[in-house]
């Protein structure tokens, strides 16, 4: 199992920037797809992206050219780079490891979830 602690999240005016950054423990990180999940009040969880660990990526459309994926293996550390944020990215932010080392859309293909990080975009 992996433990993951988001952090990063906050209120920043549209077409503003933030970093998040997802900190895994427990077994080894740099063999799992780790993914972006959001959620907005009263809407389902939806994907956001997910970094494979070659480093491929794979993004819903609409933060396609906005958001960044990333990782870093010797840190543990996956980051989501959100830039020209939009107040329809307003959500909670979730962190997952994968089960497999492929890039999925499918949140039924991630075993671990962090608790959430809140990013809110005013217009």
């Known amino acids: 199992q992996v433990q993951l602690v988001e952090s990063g999240g906050g209120l920043v005016q549209a077409g503003g920037s933030l970093r998040l950054s997802c900190a895994a423990s427990?077994?080894?990180?740099?063999?799992?797809?780790m993914g972006w999940f959001r959620q907005a009040p009263g809407k389902e969880r939806a994907f956001v992206g997910s970094?494979?660990?070659?480093?491929?990526?794979a993004y819903v459309t609409s933060v396609k050219g906005r958001f960044t994926i990333s990782r870093d293996n010797a840190k543990n550390t996956v980051y989501l780079q959100m830039n020209s944020l939009k107040p329809e990215d307003t959500a909670l932010y979730y962190c997952?490891?994968?089960?497999?080392?492929?890039?999925?859309?499918?949140?039924?293909?991630?075993?671990?979830w962090g608790q959430g990080t809140q990013v809110t975009v005013s217009s």
């Open positions: 427990g077994r080894t990180f740099g063999n799992n797809t």
């Open positions: 997952a490891a994968g089960r497999s080392t492929v890039v999925t859309a499918n949140p039924l293909d991630f075993g671990s």
């Open positions: 970094i494979s660990t070659s480093g491929y990526t």
